[in-house]
Nanobody, 129 residues
């Protein structure tokens, strides 16, 4: 079974940093796509960053560009989301999602929920002002 385990959330102050981890198991990690999504109270889930473990191509939402960095460690089957200069509006439950063998449609729509087949449990990030 495919499993994705998200971790690393917590409570920080404005301007601080956090690193989230998404550990995958049960998949061939060399050709996999991972996306980080977040959902704030009363809001829809939105994609914030995504990466292909095959070619390393990355995507970022405009709201996090320059502040968040998504990286991968193929040896550890883990994708990280380094978040810096955090703002109160970054407060949300963060989820990682994955799919094997991403096709061309994923590369064009990496932030659509339906482009992913597996979802991890969320990890809460709270940024205080």
């Amino acid at each position: 079974d495919v499993q994705l385990q998200a971790s690393g959330g917590g409570l920080v102050q404005t301007g601080e940093s956090l690193r989230l981890s998404c550990a995958a198991s049960g998949i061939s990690f060399d050709d996999y796509a991972v996306g980080w999504f977040r959902q704030a109270p009363g809001k829809e889930r939105e994609g914030v960053a995504a990466i292909s473990t095959h070619d390393g191509r990355r995507y970022y939402a405009d709201s996090v560009k320059g502040r968040f960095t998504i990286t991968k460690d193929n040896a550890e089957y883990t994708v990280y989301l380094q978040m810096t200069s955090l703002k109160p509006e970054d407060t949300a439950v963060y989820y990682c999602a994955g799919r094997s063998d991403p096709d061309s449609s994923w590369y064009h729509k990496a932030f659509r929920n339906d482009k992913y087949r597996s979802w991890g449990q969320g990890t809460l990030v709270t940024v205080s002002s």
